[in-house]
Nanobody, 115 residues
Framework: QVQLVESGGGLVQPGGSLRLSCAAS????????MGWYRQAPGKQRELVAG???????NYADSVKGRFTISRDNAKNTVYLQMNSLKPEDTAVYYC?????????WGQGTLVTVSS
């Protein structure tokens, strides 16, 4: 099974950028559908962006045009580039890997957008 470790979160001002990383071990990310989810305080976890094994991508309407998901198979890492950040993007961001009937999660990384 795959283990996932997120990094790259932190405090950023509105309009700023961050790049989140999801480093995988134990298996190759190339065989998983990967996704980034987020959970804000008092809210349900929601899908932010996903990338399939064929590298097709999908995004939540709230982040389209601002966030980009990508995969580097050589580094066994998935990224989420976040631009033009807004206070409503504040949440814990989780990396997710899905293959067949199996789903794996990382521990999350906190992103805070505030002036």
């Amino acid at each position: 099974q795959v283990q996932l470790v997120e990094s790259g979160g932190g405090l950023v001002q509105p309009g700023g950028s961050l790049r989140l990383s999801c480093a995988a071990s134990g298996d190759a990310v190339s065989i998983y559908s990967m996704g980034w989810y987020r959970q804000a305080p008092g809210k349900q976890r929601e899908l932010v962006a996903g990338i399939s094994t064929s590298d097709s991508t999908n995004y939540a309407d709230s982040v389209k045009g601002r966030f980009t998901i990508s995969r580097d198979n050589a580094k066994n890492t998935v990224y989420l580039q976040m631009n033009s950040l807004k206070p409503e993007d504040t949440a814990v961001y989780y990396c997710n890997a899905v293959r067949l009937f199996y789903k794996f999660w990382g521990q999350g990384t906190l992103v805070t957008v505030s002036s």
